[in-house]
């Protein structure tokens, strides 16, 4: 594995992450409280990126790469949590709704998952959510980083508001794909599921809790998806308009 404990310091450590997002912040006399955590998220995912592509240059195939950045995903992935505070807080500018579902369902994702069916870590469908969540938050973290410089790029604001057209059916197939490719291992296990009789009287199948979760995308994926292409036309409208009237 590319980032075993051994290894997990220097450059590539949450310590230096932490180093180099404060230092950087310090020189320019902001507040560590919300800069410092926009540039740590974004040093974060990049640590996923160049683990990843790493890993494909060193294997030559891309299957089984989740292995090369299973720890700082489950490590990264689990510290998103404090994403809904800074909402909450408006350190980042987020819905706090919309970002404790995010966070939420990739936590459930990586832990209930990808961690506890180890038979489907190797599947192709992981790799696609993996690649398709690292991208789209490097791409949201620059578009935070220039915004707190004052110096926003036009590509950034592009990406931001247009590859998520790809990316977002992208992750959630690959999603949908790995919970349906738990499902038969699940059901053979009996994995978190209680059955009756039970002092407490209470049962649960998470077999079929994982068949509800699959469902409840139905209705909720559109509504995120319809409200990021609304959210497309109001920005990248108003960009084409201030270039006009410059």
């Known amino acids: 594995m590319l980032f075993e404990d051994s290894k997990w310091d220097g ?3 949450l310590a230096g992450v932490s180093d180099l997002a404060g230092g950087w912040s310090r020189a320019r006399g902001w507040s560590c409280s919300g800069s410092c955590g926009i540039y740590q998220s974004l040093l974060r995912w990049l640590v996923i990126a160049v683990g990843l592509v790493r890993a494909y240059l ?6 089984s790469l989740y292995y090369s950045i299973e720890k700082p995903l489950k490590f990264f992935q689990t510290g998103a949590l404090l994403e809904i505070l800074h909402c909450a807080l ?17 936590v459930f994702l990586t832990w209930a998952v990808t961690h506890s069916v180890k038979e489907v870590q190797s599947e192709d469908s992981v790799l696609l959510f ?3 969540w690292t991208i789209t938050e490097i791409i949201r973290y620059s578009f935070y980083t220039f915004s707190l410089l004052n110096h926003l790029p036009y590509l950034i604001k592009w990406a931001r508001y247009t590859l998520f057209i790809v990316l977002y059916p992208m992750g ?29 009287n209470f049962s649960f199948d998470y077999y079929t809790f994982l068949i509800l979760v699959m469902i409840s995308y139905i209705p909720i994926f559109p509504q995120l998806y319809f409200h990021m292409l609304h959210q497309r036309r109001k920005v990248l409208s108003h960009s084409e308009e201030h270039k006009k009237s410059e």
């Open 58 to 63: 060193a294997k030559g195939s891309y299957h």
């Open 11 to 13: 450059k590539y450590s």
């Open 90 to 106: 408006g350190i980042v500018p987020s819905s706090v709704v919309l970002t404790a579902f995010q966070v939420m369902s990739r």
């Open 130 to 132: 993996v690649v398709a």
């Open 172 to 200: 959630v197939s690959g999603e949908l794909l790995t919970i349906y490719a738990a499902l038969p291992f699940v059901r053979q296990s009996g994995l978190y599921s209680i059955s009756l009789p039970n002092k407490y």
